[in-house]
């Protein structure tokens, strides 16, 4: 059990907080992406994370049964919710409800930084198959999102 207060040590950045990969899965397509896992309480059933995607980054497009509560920290980027995509800054809160296709992506010329909650006990994702794809970009604003 670690320690009651565990201090910043940097930006976003704590004591006894490892930085780790985002996701270790090969073959899950993702683009410089950082975790820490900040909260894993059994008892608060539900962990509390912080991700950051560096410039021109991005996260896994996926869906699952769980829904993401996410509260943006740093920089700005654009998010894909189900069928629409949203810009988003410091301290705008987004919501993933089940089953949405979502995706993070940072701006080309700033870091998206975000606290994300999530069920300690969750499905896996879901990576869209080459019919989800094709059914999401025949929504332009999806299309020029995918495309970066
Ligand atoms: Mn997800």
């Given at each position: 059990m670690s320690e009651p207060v565990r201090p910043k040590t940097g930006n976003l950045r704590w004591r006894d907080v490892d930085v780790r990969a985002?996701?270790?899965?090969?073959?899950v397509p993702y683009r410089d992406v950082t975790r820490q896992v900040l909260f894993d309480d059994p008892a608060l059933a539900s962990q509390l994370r912080y991700f950051e995607v560096a410039p021109g980054g991005y996260t896994t497009l996926e869906r699952h049964e769980h829904a993401h509560a996410v509260v943006i920290q740093r920089g700005r980027g654009r998010v894909l919710v189900g069928e629409r995509v949203f810009e988003v800054r410091e301290h705008d809160l987004v919501h993933v409800p089940a089953l949405a296709w979502h995706q993070f992506r940072a701006a080309h010329d700033a870091p998206l930084g975000f606290l994300c909650m999530v069920n300690a006990t969750r499905d896996r994702p879901q990576l869209p198959t080459p019919d989800d794809l094709a059914r999401l970009c025949t929504l332009p604003a999806i299309a020029a999102f995918l495309g970066g």
């Open positions: 985002y996701k270790q899965e090969p073959d």
